[in-house]
């Protein structure tokens, strides 16, 4: 399997106010190759997040690179960080961020506007994935009249749209009761049979020791331990 | 050939992005109805000021062209006397003048409506100095009018004397006390609203006896002259010539007109609306900004892959869509206020309220620069207060904005 995301001395420093810098990530050295499950554990604020906020290229590095099929995605422009993301990246929020208004349907099409794809071709894509993982009943239901565990398909559904190779998964229990995580594994496990690139980050002991899983990376005060 | 500008324009206009940005708008629609509203309002108040302003210029420019090239007018210790009928000969004499009238008229107060109407006296084998006096004694005969002491009056004046029950004749009271019953002869169409709304054409013998005129003496001399760039050429002959005379101009009575109407006072309101209206626009978008709730959609946009175009094309559109539809629907009530209802209530701040009272209609004058006008001080600038917070925030980092 060839390399597909590499961090290279990564540090993140996030000011906070004008005098206040708290340090997400110390010098931390990653590479993840094609298809892998990766998770990556450890306590609220070790620096998880922060991995793949980057990775997604939700924000710059402090220093060192993020590289994602040898492309350095970490000193891209913003439109061209955009573009990446529509083309690579699909992101599923610990809180979801869905539009709160709009319906199942308007949100899974939320990557596929700027493309302006004839009205078939969108449609077919949004009518398979929201099949896919099971909200296609809900299509025309706004997002917040759903419960968590429908909101969390609705969001597994538009990071999957676009059919991006790699997958992107942020504390995606941490609001749902064990019966629903255990579905989430499911579709994960489904994802993976597609030669998606996974990267999960939690600290939900249900992902610890699954089976299709690559590895298990802990993360301690913005530092690989293990 | 059709169908391939079809499908070109189809890839450049992106429908989902404008679907997208009207749910946007619906979503907000109280908001966005307060806002159109607001709009609409000042667009209307805003177009109407210009659309009367443009309508009383017009009015000025039909009078001032009506209007004598040269008055000339007695002073006697800064104040207007009669002048001597006798003078016109030797103003007749000074070259480059091609004609010069003794006029007989007055101001006659009439109490009951609190107006001034303008008595005017005509001659009827005289030279007119005006195109509707040329007409009116066309149309009739003051020879017989003076028999039957008889009067034509404008539509404006035969209206207050209908409303104060005077349909066939008119009490006039002379400086001596006794009353001068003049029969009204007929109703003249002026070529301005002004005329016609205060104007009283009558035998100038009657005008005489009204207000105990001396027959040897007249209000002023109205002088025509050949080529109107001599008009301040012959102006200062006639001043040699009288020592004790005003002069007046075209030029001064454009002036004294302008004043009449006060259109400068509707300019000043104008550019105070404009000022509003910026101010608003200005202090709305500096006080709210883009809600929690707005900065987060944009984040969230952002992340699953628009770029910062994207999300400013969208609210391009939002504003575009508010903006114009307000713009138009301001323009719409404008005309109708204006034009068809005669806009009630603003005519009256912008019209002058003199010796005259002005009751025209405001003539439909359609002016594009107008409506350029108030489009780029209203929707442009709505378009820019809605675009710069939004890129404001689409420019952050995704994730700062999203957390």
Redesign the interface.
């Known amino acids: 399997m060839s390399k597909i995301i590499e961090l290279k001395e990564i540090t993140k420093i996030y000011e906070v106010g004008k005098h206040e810098r708290i340090q997400a990530l110390e010098n931390v050295n990653l590479k993840i190759d094609e298809g892998e499950v990766i998770i990556l554990k450890g306590v609220s604020g070790s620096g998880k997040s922060t991995i793949l906020?980057l990775i997604?290229a939700?924000?710059?590095p402090t220093s060192g690179e993020v590289l994602v099929e040898e492309k350095k995605i970490s000193k891209l422009p913003?439109?061209f960080a955009?573009?990446y993301?529509?083309?690579n990246i699909g992101?599923i929020?610990q809180k979801y961020?869905?539009?709160p208004?709009?319906s199942v349907k308007?949100n899974i099409?939320?990557?596929?506007?700027?493309l302006?794809l004839n009205g078939s071709k969108?449609d077919e894509k949004i009518q398979s994935v929201m099949k896919r993982f099971h909200i296609a009943h809900k299509q025309n239901t706004i997002v917040r009249n759903l419960s968590g565990g429908e909101q969390q398909r609705v969001a597994i559904a538009?990071a999957n749209v676009?059919n991006p190779k790699i997958i992107l998964a942020d504390e995606p229990t941490a609001n749902l009761d064990e019966k629903l995580s255990l579905h989430f594994i499911d579709m994960m496990h489904e994802l993976h049979s597609q030669k998606k690139t996974i990267i999960i980050a939690t600290h939900d002991p249900l992902f610890f020791g699954l089976d299709f899983v690559s590895r298990e990376i802990e993360i301690h005060n913005g530092k690989i331990v293990s | 050939m059709q169908y391939h500008i079809l499908i070109k324009w189809r890839n450049t206009i992106n429908l989902y992005l404008i679907e997208y940005a009207i749910n946007a708008m619906l979503r907000q629609k109280y908001k966005n109805f307060f806002i159109f509203m607001i709009l609409t309002f000042l667009t209307f108040l805003l177009t109407s000021v210009f659309f009367i302003t443009n309508s009383i210029r017009f009015e000025l420019d039909s009078t001032v062209n009506a209007l004598p090239q040269i008055i000339v007018q007695k002073v006697k210790a800064g104040k207007g006397y009669d002048i001597e009928v006798a003078r016109v000969d030797k103003i007749l004499e000074i070259s480059g003048v091609s004609d010069a009238i003794a006029r007989v008229w007055g101001y006659y107060y009439f109490e009951n409506a609190g107006v001034n109407f303008s008595i005017v006296g005509i001659a009827q084998y005289e030279n007119q100095y005006k195109n509707s006096f040329a007409k009116v004694t066309e149309k009739f005969d003051f020879e017989q009018l003076k028999e039957n002491s008889s009067m034509v009056v404008g539509c404006g004046v035969m209206q207050v004397m209908r409303n104060s029950y005077y349909k066939e004749y008119f009490n006039f009271i002379k400086p001596d006390g006794t009353l001068k019953k003049v029969t009204i002869g007929g109703i003249f169409d002026a070529d301005t609203n002004l005329e016609s709304n205060d104007m009283i054409l009558m035998p100038e013998e009657l005008v005489r006896e009204i207000f105990d005129f001396d027959p040897l003496k007249a209000t002023d001399i109205v002088v025509k002259v050949a080529n109107p760039k001599e008009i301040q050429i012959v102006a200062s002959k006639i001043k040699l010539m009288f020592a004790d005379t005003r002069i007046i101009t075209t030029n001064d009575l454009k002036v004294s007109y302008q004043n009449i109407f006060d259109y400068k006072s509707g300019i000043f309101l104008a550019l105070f609306i404009v000022s509003i209206f910026t101010f608003f626009i200005i202090i709305y978008d500096k006080s709210s900004g883009l809600s929690s709730e707005e900065k987060k959609e944009i984040g969230i946009l952002k992340a699953v892959g628009w770029k910062v175009d994207d999300v400013l094309k969208e609210k391009f559109y939002e504003s575009f869509i508010i903006s114009f539809f307000s713009y138009s629907l301001g323009v719409g009530l404008s005309l109708g206020f204006v034009y068809l209802l005669n806009a009630p209530i603003l005519r009256d701040i912008f019209v002058g309220y003199s010796q005259l009272k002005t009751d025209f209609e405001l003539p439909f004058v359609f002016d594009m620069q107008t409506l350029f006008l108030v489009f780029f001080l209203s929707v442009p600038i709505y378009i820019a207060a809605t675009l710069i917070p939004s890129w404001r925030v689409a420019t952050l980092e995704a994730d700062e904005v999203i957390r």
């Open positions: 906020s997604a939700l924000s710059k913003d439109n955009s573009i993301r529509r083309d992101f929020f961020n869905l539009i208004n709009l308007e099409l939320l990557p596929l506007i700027p302006n969108v538009r676009n």
